[in-house]
């Protein structure tokens, strides 16, 4: 746990001991519910903000995608991926323990280079896994195949039907393979 989770904590624990004016708390820390770390109360009420998320759920060999209000919290034997995000913008009672930031991060045109690595330390924080420091040739490798990708996509011909007779697409093709 942080210390900032730790510090927003004792703070909401002191504006509720104390008489102080009414306190909007605004936060993405997760561990504060995942640990219990603040309650409801008559003068805490938790509120979250509606997001509809489109998922492409797959079970053995079938896939289908449905539409949900994020309910961060169900557990579900399929397996989930995000495929769409739409911010409501309406505030309702409840805690959302997902802040779908790394989708932010990619809609506002962050480096798709840094959302995979945000992506792959998610998954191990979350898995309690060992996060394998990413090097500075594997850096500059996956931005230089990253590159060589952009420009043979650049390269093939505007007939899609002809791609299969490019060599740009059968680089292309075993290049994404090796990576």
Not at 8 to 19: C, G, M, P, R, T
Not at 138 to 161: E, F, R, V
Request: aromatic share 8%; net charge negative; hydrophobic share 35%.
């Amino acid at each position: 746990m942080s210390d900032g989770v730790a510090m927003l904590s004792s703070s909401i624990e002191y504006f509720n001991q104390h008489k102080t004016p009414k306190v909007l708390i605004s936060t993405h820390w997760h561990e504060l519910f995942q640990y219990q770390l603040i309650k409801e109360t008559p003068n805490i009420a938790f509120y979250q903000m509606t997001v509809l998320v489109q998922f492409e759920e797959s079970a053995g060999d079938s896939s289908k995608t449905t539409v949900s209000l994020d309910n961060s919290n169900s557990k579900s034997t399929l397996q989930k991926k995000k495929v769409n995000i739409t911010h409501l913008y309406k505030l309702v009672p409840g805690i959302s323990f997902d802040s779908f930031g790394l989708e932010c991060a990619l809609s506002a045109g962050l480096e798709e280079l840094l959302i995979m690595r945000a992506e792959y330390l998610k998954k191990c924080i979350q898995e309690g896994e060992e996060i394998t420091p990413m090097e500075n040739s594997q850096t500059h490798q996956l931005i230089s195949q990253g590159n060589i990708i952009a420009q043979l996509l650049g390269q093939l011909p505007k007939d899609k039907n002809t791609w299969s007779e490019s060599t740009e697409f059968h680089t292309l093709v075993d290049l994404i393979k090796k990576w």
